[in-house]
């Protein structure tokens, strides 16, 4: 498995329509996405700019992504241009995508000491807690670390 991510800039007048499609999308679209190994899209927004992470599961990312491309329904879908093809002066008033370099990842394994004698650990402390024990309003296991307030009082990591 392979995890993606872009960054996305749709002009305002047509943010909702694009958002409306993507987090709904119809039947064809869903399976072609699905057939080339896309799985467990995910939208974040950021003033105008969204982000969209996704997961591959083939093996051959770049023969997918142009199969994609390739579909007659995939065009509306799709934003074709690329940031680095959109004149600076013009970043605002086209659509385009880049892709984000990934630096990293951490957390790939448990850190969790194997002693199971300690009482309750840390790992069954975080498993209660995502669980929703410890939550008292729902929306709030949906989207953890966001708030209107500029994130002011989420956690950064």
Known sequence: MRRVAEVIYVVPEERE????????????????????????????????????????????FYEDMAAIAAYPEMKDYLVQTRRRDVPADQQLTTNWWAPLKRLGSTLTESPMPDDEDEGFTLEEQYRSMISGEMVQNIAATNDISFDEDDWSESIHI
Do not use: T
């Open 17 to 60: 329509a694009y958002m409306n499609a993507h987090l709904n999308p119809s039947e064809r679209v869903a399976q072609i996405l699905w057939i080339h190994g896309i799985r467990n899209q995910c939208f974040y927004a950021l003033n105008d700019v969204l982000l969209l992470c996704f997961e591959y599961v083939g093996k051959h």
